[in-house]
């Protein structure tokens, strides 16, 4: 008690005082209410030093009430005078003490705060030991001669024992005071205990004797007892320090199991009882030999307790610590010791699975209310909460100063704290409040410090278990830098709204890079987990690359139709202008350029003239094919005008001509010189290319000609003919029998004719290499082509 109501004043002096934000005005007032506290402060202090002495006073009427009531019960039928009024002043001071009691403030058990509110004190003291407080002072003695000395009413007394509490707790302050040896107060202890058990069986003796009749004295133990020529006949005459000392020598012998034989049970009633004491003996004795033992052996947690404190008192004052940090460290671990139900302690003798429901359990409903976990998912709240340490601190402690590296996140579960910003404003961090999270997030020092206003219970992770929670919820930790960024208590410190976005962009940029290597590695299992997680896979990287570029480049698939599913951008174009598919076709990835072109993927190639005439001059064939067959123009042009065809000529390649010319190249087309592919040929003087380029003239000056005098009719000899059939090979359909029309201007003719004559619709053209067909131009003579319908291709 001694302990709880001076830290009751402690703490009552600075409640007062909290830090809050405040105007100029308040802040004036604040001065003048700290000049009033501190005038109160020499007043708390008087009252702390009476406090103190009154529980001596008490601690001296608890070891009298505790010693004599047995007494009296036992040796008493009615008080004499010169004991009856002692007896009324312990009373009156108990009396005294139970008024004093309603204003004592206590230690709450589960948040090990104090707990000051009046009405909160006097509803515990009633619900808890006020009843028996109050029976114990009543004056027993006079009820029991005014009740006709009925016996029953002297069994009251007995709950004036209540207050043998009041000695074990002082013994129990005495043991952890490392001024005083350990040993002694524990063997002090022992022997006080022992005592006192014999004592009140001793008075239990006597009590059973003096309830028979004078006349039967002799079937009583000590009516009967005879040593050497000294008998107790009439032992109500004999002396009561003898007739004590008589009880008392019986119960130590009987206890001892040692008894010589002068002193036995003569009647059932004493029989029974020495029965019941000598079992109960048995428990005492199996008491006080394991506390021996464990003094032998060292190993009580009192005893390690005590070792600890005075090793680190030893270490302080080796190293000249201050006194206030020396306070500061032993009242917390005094109050660790007391407590001792620590997640370590309590936990770690049961399965490994149940302690997480158990923490789940205490720590879940907290962690939920903080403004930071807002929106998170269950998963990531149950795993915060498996990780979480219980710390208590008491008032004006400071937690984290600003400037320093923290590695511990907190949530205030009880109490209040005070940031204090750079600016000298505060902030009050009230419970579900956390503090710590810029520091961890951001990976910058503390930018406030903190420090308890009210005595606190925190929760706190420490920043490892914190991030690597982080690593695992994707989608929660980007929810979590959103709650960081709105928060509202972060905008009166300067330059943190500017911090926050930047880690965020950070961030992102370094998830965007994680999802980019998972679809390098081809990793899909790595891929999905991080898109289910919540990161974006529409996000780029540096260069501007997509996932979808990569799994394109590589030729993965599955990866590809993953991305495609997921709603990702088919069509985006990197920093240098390359699209998927454009990836796809220059690593000869066939299959997955097939997936994006059924999907509607286009090439989208900003100068798709100077790309071909590259590719020409490479004399890669191949790669030129797969890009004329994806619907690039063969007679696109480079900033001098010319043409792949022109190129070609020019390098002398008859291959490369051949290809051009099957794709559509046109031998008339000019450059800024006014040259054609067939000029560019004489120049290089292959015969074969001059050969090929004559008879391509050839037929593209009789076509144009014909064009411009006849009107494409269906059964005209003379116009470009296609043979359509209702299927493509690359879909592995039965091969059906196809329709020879003519090419009329436009492809939306051209499939309505189609679709006439194959009894279908909803349909589009296709060549062989699966490219649609958008523009009659490029339909050649001959040509074959595939009506597929809409749904088909998608697929």
Not at 369 to 385: G, M, T
Request: proline share 3%.
């Amino acid at each position: 008690m001694q302990g709880i109501f001076g830290s009751a004043i402690f703490v009552s002096i600075h409640e007062k005082l909290r830090w809050k934000k405040r105007s100029e005005g308040e802040m004036r007032s604040s001065q003048r209410s700290r000049q009033e506290h501190s005038r109160e402060s020499s007043d708390h202090g008087k009252y702390w030093w009476w406090y103190k002495a009154w529980t001596k006073f008490i601690l001296f009427w608890a070891i009298y009430s505790s010693f004599f009531t047995p007494m009296e019960f036992g040796f008493f039928r009615g008080l004499p005078k010169k004991f009856f009024l002692l007896d009324i002043a312990g009373q009156i001071t108990f009396l005294i003490d139970i008024a004093i009691r309603f204003f004592v403030p206590y230690k709450d058990k589960q948040t090990n705060s104090m707990v000051y509110n009046r009405n909160h004190i006097a509803i515990r003291y009633l619900k808890s030991g006020f009843l028996i407080d109050l029976l114990g002072c009543l004056p027993w003695d006079n009820i029991y001669r005014a009740s006709g000395r009925k016996e029953e009413v002297r069994y009251l007394l007995w709950i004036r024992l209540s207050r043998v509490r009041i000695v074990a707790t002082f013994f129990e302050k005495l043991e952890k005071d490392i001024r005083i040896n350990y040993l002694f107060i524990r063997i002090v202890k022992l022997i006080v205990v022992e005592l006192y058990y014999t004592h009140t069986a001793a008075c239990i003796f006597y009590y059973l004797a003096t309830t028979l009749p004078p006349s039967q004295e002799g079937y009583t133990w000590i009516g009967s007892l005879k040593l050497g020529d000294y008998t107790y006949t009439n032992f109500r005459e004999i002396d009561l320090l003898k007739r004590y000392l008589t009880s008392l020598y019986f119960a130590i012998v009987t206890m001892a199991t040692v008894g010589y034989g002068d002193i036995h049970a003569v009647n059932s009633r004493e029989m029974i009882f020495i029965m019941i004491y000598l079992t109960s003996d048995m428990l005492l004795g199996a008491y006080l030999v394991g506390n021996m033992t464990a003094l032998i052996v060292k190993g009580s947690k009192t005893e390690i307790f005590r070792d600890k404190l005075k090793d680190l008192t030893q270490y302080m004052s080796r190293n000249k610590i201050g006194t206030e940090i020396c306070a500061e460290i032993k009242s917390y671990m005094l109050m660790e010791y007391e407590r001792r139900n620590t997640k370590a302690v309590a936990l770690q003798d049961i399965p490994i699975s149940l302690p997480a429901k158990i923490l789940q359990k205490l720590y879940k409903p907290y962690i939920e209310k903080v403004p930071l976990f807002k929106e998170c998912s269950k998963e990531f709240i149950n795993e915060i909460a498996n990780r979480l340490h219980e710390e208590f601190f008491y008032p004006e402690k400071v937690i984290i100063e600003k400037g320093d590296a923290i590695d511990q996140l907190y949530f205030v579960c009880d109490g209040e704290l005070v940031g204090t910003g750079e600016d000298g404003q505060d902030m009050l961090l009230e419970p579900n409040s956390s503090f710590g999270e810029i520091a961890i997030l951001c990976n910058i020092p503390q930018p406030y410090t903190v420090r308890i206003d009210k005595p606190c219970r925190l929760l706190r992770v420490d920043k490892q278990s914190f991030s690597n929670i982080l690593q695992i919820y994707v989608s929660d930790r980007q929810t979590i830098l959103r709650n960081l960024l709105g928060g509202k208590e972060y905008n009166h410190i300067k330059h943190l709204q500017s911090v926050i976005t930047l880690y965020i962009r950070r961030q992102e940029a370094k998830l965007a890079l994680c999802v980019n290597n998972a679809a390098f590695q081809g990793d899909l299992d790595h891929l999905k987990g991080l898109v289910q997680a919540g990161a974006d896979p529409n996000k780029t990287d540096y260069d501007g690359r997509s996932p979808l570029h990569l799994a394109a480049s590589k030729g993965y698939e599955d990866i590809t139709y993953f991305l495609i599913q997921e709603g990702v951008d088919i069509n985006i174009s990197d920093k240098f202008g390359n699209t998927p598919l454009l990836e796809a076709i220059k690593n000869g990835h066939d299959g997955v350029a097939s997936l994006l072109a059924q999907e509607g993927a286009s090439l989208n190639i900003d100068d798709a003239g100077c790309f071909l005439c590259k590719a020409v001059i490479r004399g890669d064939s191949d790669f030129l094919r797969r890009i004329l067959s994806h619907g690039v123009d063969p007679n696109s042009k480079d900033y001098d005008h010319r043409t792949p065809l022109h190129v070609a000529a020019a390098e002398g390649s008859v291959l490369m001509a051949k290809l051009l010319l099957e794709e559509g190249a046109s031998v008339l087309s000019k450059d800024r010189w006014g040259n054609t592919p067939l000029d560019e040929s004489r120049m290089s003087g292959s015969k074969p290319l001059i050969a090929l380029l004559e008879n391509a003239k050839s037929s593209q000056l009789s076509e144009i000609h014909i064009s411009s005098h006849e009107i494409l009719e269906p059964g005209n000899g003379h116009s470009r003919k296609c043979t359509v059939y209702p299927f493509h090979p690359w879909f592995k359909e039965e091969e059906r029998e196809g329709v020879v029309l003519p090419v009329p201007r436009t492809v939306e003719d051209l499939i309505r004719a189609a679709e006439e004559r194959l009894k279908c619709t909803g349909c589009h053209i296709l060549e062989e290499d699966a490219g649609k067909i958008t523009d009659t131009d490029m339909v050649y003579d001959g040509q074959k082509l595939y009506l597929v319908t809409n749904d088909q291709g998608s697929h």
